[in-house]
Nanobody, 123 residues
Framework: QVQLVESGGGLVQAGGSLRLSCAAS????????VGWFRQRPGQEREFVAA????????SYADAVKGRFTTSRDSIKNTIYLQMNSLKPEDSAVYYC????????????????WGQGTQVTVSS
């Protein structure tokens, strides 16, 4: 069973930056995809970004493309989400998730989830 722990959330002013980390308990090999999702109260869980562990190929939601970057460190078994030019509408609980196979953009395709970390962007 894959264990995921998110960290790095907090309060930041609009226009600022945060870097989220997602640490995996075990080795994540080339067969895995890792995604980032966010959820605001009363709203659906929203895709943010995803990365394939094998080759670092990425996908991004239009709302964050050009501002957010996801990357991996295979030695540390850690995925990062660098968030720049943050906007108040980016405020949400952010989750990382892992799945077997290709990275995906829908939450239902992921088998393993972290507990989430709160990101709040003030105007």
């Amino acid at each position: 069973q894959v264990q995921l722990v998110e960290s790095g959330g907090g309060l930041v002013q609009a226009g600022g930056s945060l870097r989220l980390s997602c640490a995996a308990s075990g080795h994540i090999a080339s067969s895995y995809g890792v995604g980032w999702f966010r959820q605001r109260p009363g709203q659906e869980r929203e895709f943010v970004a995803a990365i394939s562990w094998s080759d670092s190929r990425t996908s991004y939601a239009d709302a964050v493309k050009g501002r957010f970057t996801t990357s991996r460190d295979s030695i540390k078994n850690t995925i990062y989400l660098q968030m720049n030019s943050l906007k108040p509408e980016d405020s949400a609980v952010y989750y990382c998730a892992a799945k077997w196979g290709f990275r995906a953009t829908t939450a239902e395709e992921y088998q393993y989830w972290g507990q989430g970390t709160q990101v709040t962007v003030s105007s």
